[in-house]
């Protein structure tokens, strides 16, 4: 949800009185949970014990369900059984069951539940569910799969659903004999058994005790499973994988992990605490992973690579995921937030020591560089709406926790890491992260209790700079003026994608962190902590703000000042990061009425000597932003941009070739994929060609034909220029294609074919079951990319809201995510009108803050159109973009 008012102080943290939690009477230590999943009925059979201590006198105990039926409940204490028909109420808002009994439990005893229970193996990708897979001879497997976070643990298991009430899991699964069973711990022992179910012989298989740990973390699953392992670490690391993927697919993630637990180990000062460490791909699954101590949980595309078969992007992204989820093992599950709204102590860590994992184990990948145009654009796009949220965001109850996962968490919250890492040196830095680790080891924080550890160990006020950051919505833009040749000076305001900020919206004043980069090097000890002030430079001749883009802020310079900029980057007295970050700052700034959107254009038409990756990405970015802001306005004009970008990356993309070679180092790779697919798209006729070759090669059998690094690029082309043909052809291999990156390509060009026929069978794969809901966005990326697909992305949303809400819940992740993608491309005042009317009558609990969030994009595009329209239209007739 987004809240304006920033979070109440009280003692010794953040106001809970909002918070819907359980009673606090008793509290939870230990779970014996045995579960039996029935593949036929769909269902399983349960019971859990669950040891509580007493902390007050009690008849009653209260705990979390959902979708679960308990057929008995028994309290007993003290080895005596206090009630065996206890009375059980449910209350369907809070998701609470309480049992009230007659026989009061005393404070300071010990107390034992036991329920049994029967739960659905649902298709919702939550909780305890089912997820189905092609085996090799075409027949259909089903195994049973977990995903809690964040409080979905209650559909699999009564128990006590609060990051905060941490306790020691024992897990049995009972499960026919040819089956897997897997947990967060290692098998302390199997047995045979009789089903519950039907009398058969099955197998129990428990698994030692766990550390203590939040109900969110807690994983199990059952099915066929193929594995590989490795020993190259201190304890077993193993990756897992259904029938019908090779399992040889496994193996980058698999030394990978090896070698990144290893590293962990030496960076956080701590052992992995747990005895093994599984992986496991999941053909359903709603998130990219899942952190699951012991047992991380992926989406198959994020685990499996084939090098054969994908590019060297989607190589970088597995990296990153597994580096993500193995952070996270020490960084969230050792040392939990103890409340969702310190989310980002979880995901913004993660992400940061993700890149910073990445980095030294692959520095010809240039992670950093990589950051500013990827993490850190994404935090800023996203803070830039009123409708933002602050990193430590209040939440209440369930359906507002989903939401919060989400650019600011995880995005914002490392580019606030980094920049504390930049301000204290890394070596203080991680030296304040291991000792907040060890210090709140297998217990729960808040945010502040990494701030003091941060400070002890630098001598610095970390929480004093810092809460500004967290604690609030939104950055500042920095207005640069030069008062002489010796003094600059800065001016900071909150800035606003729309342009509009209100003075009460302006209150806040950052500790903007300056980093002064001169001829003499970059000054990092400068800060800009009130409204104005004014900086010696050694010479206004050359310097620039934000040295390699490492501050959570955006720099306005005078138009001057930004050509001068422009020289400095051909003479190389800019990094890399700078010139990126540079076109980024202009871009949003012409978004928002800072600058003129020509200005922008000129500036990023002087960038055609640059050489790097990072940098065209973010040109490329930047043209595409302005496209897509302007994709209902006059044809001529769209044309105009299209012809501009097609002659800015043209050149470039004939010098670089299409022809991949064994030298070409990875990030040669991924540049000569992006020059070639963006001056394809913009009518490049030679290029088209060569990809209209490529693809009847690559149709007819010939996989040598395409490059995997430009697959999705040849098939837009042949999507965009083609027609019904090519559309079946790539229709049929997405059918047809047992690699999960191959499918996923498919599925995202082809919403690229603008006729009407062709877009109506696209829009119909968002229906029925032939693509999993896991991947029912897919179809709409290609949807996304011209004016035809997106009204017709809203004109389905209307005609099948009804089915859309059933097949993905409100209180799930994945609707808001949908909603996001059916309105925000719009850019018109009759659109967005279109878009509140339609929800106007209609409940938008678990997702109202992605509803409010695109609605503000749009509206920011409305404003900069009719701001810069004549603008835009001009430049393109002046440059001679027009004819």
Not at 455 to 474: L, R, Y
Request: aromatic share 10%; proline share 3%; hydrophobic share 40%.
């Amino acid at each position: 949800m987004c809240r304006t008012q920033a979070l109440a102080d009280v003692a010794g943290g953040v106001n809970v009185q909002s918070r819907e939690l359980l009673p606090a009477n008793v509290i939870p230590r230990h779970y014996h949970i045995t579960l039996e999943p029935d593949f036929k009925k769909l269902t399983f059979d349960g019971t859990v014990l669950i040891d509580l201590d007493v902390v007050d006198d009690s008849t009653s105990v209260s705990f979390h369900s959902l979708d679960i039926e308990i057929h008995k409940v028994e309290i007993s204490s003290g080895g005596q059984t206090i009630s065996s028909f206890p009375t059980v109420s449910y209350n369907e808002d809070t998701q609470v069951t309480k049992v009230d009994f007659d026989n009061a439990v005393t404070k300071g005893s010990k107390a034992q539940l036991e329920l049994k229970f029967t739960g659905h193996l649902n298709d919702k990708m939550a909780g305890f569910y089912r997820s189905t897979y092609k085996k090799p001879d075409g027949s259909e497997g089903v195994m049973a799969v977990t995903q809690m976070e964040p409080t979905d643990a209650r559909r699999a298991f009564p128990c006590f659903d609060e990051p905060s009430l941490k306790a020691e899991f024992t897990v049995t699964l009972i499960a026919d004999k040819n089956l897997t069973c897997l947990s967060n711990m290692d098998v302390a022992s199997e047995s045979e058994v009789t089903s519950s179910t039907g009398g058969s012989s099955k197998k129990a298989v428990t698994f030692n005790k766990s550390p203590l740990m939040s109900t969110y973390l807690v994983a199990f699953i059952v099915g066929e499973l193929n594995y590989i392992e490795t020993n190259d670490f201190r304890v077993p690391v193993r990756v897992y994988a259904p029938p019908g993927y090779d399992i040889e697919h496994g193996r980058f993630s698999l030394d990978l992990a090896a070698k990144t637990l290893a590293f962990y180990e030496n960076v956080f000062g701590i052992d992995f605490p747990l005895p093994k460490m599984d992986q496991i791909a999941i053909a359903d699954f709603a998130q990219g992973a899942m952190e699951n101590w012991g047992l991380v949980t992926y989406r198959v595309v994020d685990l499996l690579l084939d090098e054969k078969v994908s590019g060297a992007a989607t190589k970088e992204r597995v990296a990153e995921v597994v580096q993500h989820e193995l952070a996270h093992q020490w960084f969230g599950n050792l040392v939990t937030m103890d409340w969702w709204d310190g989310l980002w102590l979880n995901e913004g860590f993660a992400t940061w020591a993700s890149w910073y994992s990445c980095n030294v184990f692959f520095p010809d990948w240039k992670v950093w560089e990589g950051y500013v145009t990827d993490s850190l654009q994404r935090a800023l796009s996203l803070d830039s709406l009123r409708s933002s949220h602050p990193i430590e965001v209040p939440v209440k109850k369930a359906d507002e926790i989903n939401q919060i996962f989400d650019a600011i968490s995880y995005s914002k919250g490392s580019c606030v890491l980094r920049m504390i890492a930049t301000y204290l040196g890394e070596d203080a830095f991680l030296e304040g992260v291991r000792h907040y680790l060890k210090k709140h080891a297998y217990g729960n924080t808040q945010t502040g209790d990494l701030w003091a550890s941060l400070s002890e160990v630098s001598g610095k006020d970390v929480e004093g700079v810092m809460k500004v950051w967290t604690k609030n919505i939104g950055f500042p833009v920095v207005a640069v003026t030069e008062k002489d040749d010796k003094t600059i000076h800065l001016k900071q305001n909150r800035f606003l994608r729309t342009g509009d900020t209100k003075p009460e919206e302006d209150t806040v004043l950052y500790p903007v962190f300056l980093g002064l980069r001169t001829k003499d090097g970059v000054d990092e000890t400068l800060a800009l902590d009130k409204r104005e002030g004014e900086f010696r430079v050694s010479s206004t001749d050359f310097f620039k703000l934000n040295a390699n883009h490492t501050g959570l802020y955006r720099t306005s310079y005078t138009p001057e000042r930004l050509e001068k900029l422009g020289s400095a980057a051909k003479q190389g007295l800019l990094s890399v990061e700078d010139r990126a970050g540079m076109i980024a700052d202009a871009g949003a700034l012409a978004t928002s009425g800072y600058q003129k959107t020509s200005g922008v254009l000129n500036l990023l038409k002087g960038f055609d000597s640059e050489t790097e990756f990072v940098v065209w990405s973010e040109i490329i970015s930047r043209v595409a932003t302005i496209q897509g802001a302007w994709m209902f306005e006059d044809k001529w004009v769209r044309d105009g941009l299209e012809k501009f970008q097609l002659e800015l990356v043209s050149a470039k993309a004939h010098e670089k070739g299409w022809e991949f070679s064994e030298s070409d180092g990875h990030i040669e790779q991924q540049f000569k994929a992006m020059l070639f697919g963006n001056a394809g798209i913009c009518g490049d006729k030679i290029i088209i060609q060569a990809a209209k070759e490529m693809f009847a090669k690559y149709m007819d059998g010939d996989k040598s034909a395409i490059h995997p690094n430009i697959r999705g690029s040849v098939f837009s082309m042949a999507l965009r220029y083609g027609g019904k043909e090519e559309y079946d052809a790539v229709l049929n291999f997405y059918r047809t294609s047992t690699n999960s990156d191959e499918r996923n390509t498919a599925l995202r060009c082809l919403g690229r074919s603008k006729d009407p026929e062709l877009i109506k069978q696209t829009l119909s794969l968002l229906s029925g079951n032939e693509v999993k809901d896991q991947d029912i966005y897919m179809p709409t990326a290609g949807l996304r990319s011209h004016a035809e697909g997106v009204e017709a992305l809203f004109a389905w949303m209307e005609e099948h809201w009804d089915e859309l809400v059933v097949r993905l819940p409100p209180a799930l992740s994945m609707l808001g995510s949908m909603v996001t993608i059916f309105t925000s491309s719009f850019t018109k005042k009759e659109q967005l009108e279109k878009v509140e009317k339609f929800f106007a009558d209609k409940s938008t609990n678990g997702f109202d803050q992605s509803l409010a969030q695109s609605l503000d994009a749009v509206r920011s595009k409305i404003s900069w159109i009719e701001r810069d329209g004549a603008d835009v239209a001009a430049w393109v007739k002046d440059n001679g973009y027009s004819s």
